[in-house]
């Protein structure tokens, strides 16, 4: 069985532009989260979808983030205009009874 | 307010030792408690995680957990170390609501010295 899987595994940009961040959950997990490890600090939840429905986005930072879920399979994650602060590790996790959470191996952005 | 507590950043043992890493943690309803590790350049792995039922708890790779409630503590151990255990771990809690959002510690990172 595959696992979560993320892509790209790095992505560099500069500041004020767009990055996307894609999510591939674990075939037939209905729940999909992001979470996001700025440096030096603890790992902290964005988001939580079950299937394509928004459950709970209380972690997302501001209104340049947007995330999607299309048809309940991949999800996105956009930085529209990405800050030097947004730069970290972002970790997508999908679940399938609500309790085991399965991590991808992360998209590590830097914004310069 | 809800918290993980992993109090030591940086932890050197020397390889074949024992291993004792420390998680507490601060959350008003029934905790699920949950360690994961990050080898360098890999994701997070689940390495043991506690529901309910026997507080110590065995995971992969040799590494077992015990679940303390009246100290609210979650401590990971392991009797003997490989220099492949160098590695930073991740004390996490969650509940059994629907999609509760996980709270993780800062981590502590391991060092294994030879």
């Known amino acids: 069985e595959a696992g979560v899987t993320q892509f790209p595994s790095h992505s560099v940009i500069e500041k004020g532009q767009t990055v996307t961040l894609r999510c591939d959950p674990i075939s037939g997990h209905d729940n999909l989260y992001w979470y996001r490890r700025v440096m030096g600090k603890e790992i902290k939840f964005l988001l939580h979808?079950?299937?394509?429905?928004?459950?709970?986005e209380s972690g997302m930072p501001n209104n340049r983030f947007l995330a999607e879920r299309t048809g309940g399979t991949y999800s996105t994650l956009k930085v529209q205009p990405a800050e030097l602060e947004d730069s970290g590790v972002y970790f997508c996790a999908s679940s399938q009874a609500l309790r085991t959470q399965y991590f991808g191996p992360g998209t590590r952005l830097l914004v310069l | 307010a809800q918290s993980v507590t992993q109090p030591d950043i940086h932890i050197t043992v020397s390889e074949g030792a024992s291993l004792e890493l420390r998680c507490n943690y601060s959350y008003g309803a029934t905790p699920y408690l949950f360690w994961y590790v990050q080898s360098p350049g890999q994701g997070l792995q689940l390495l043991l995680k506690?529901?309910?039922?026997?507080?110590l708890v065995q995971g992969i790779k040799g590494f077992e957990a015990e679940f303390k409630r009246s100290q609210s503590s979650f401590n990971l151990r392991k009797p003997s170390v490989h220099w492949s255990d160098a590695a930073e771990y991740f004390c996490a809690v969650g509940s059994n609501q629907a999609g509760t959002a996980l709270i993780f510690g800062k981590g502590t990172t391991l060092s294994v010295s030879s």
């Open positions: 506690y529901f309910s039922g026997d507080t």
């Open positions: 979808f079950v299937k394509e429905s928004k459950q709970d």
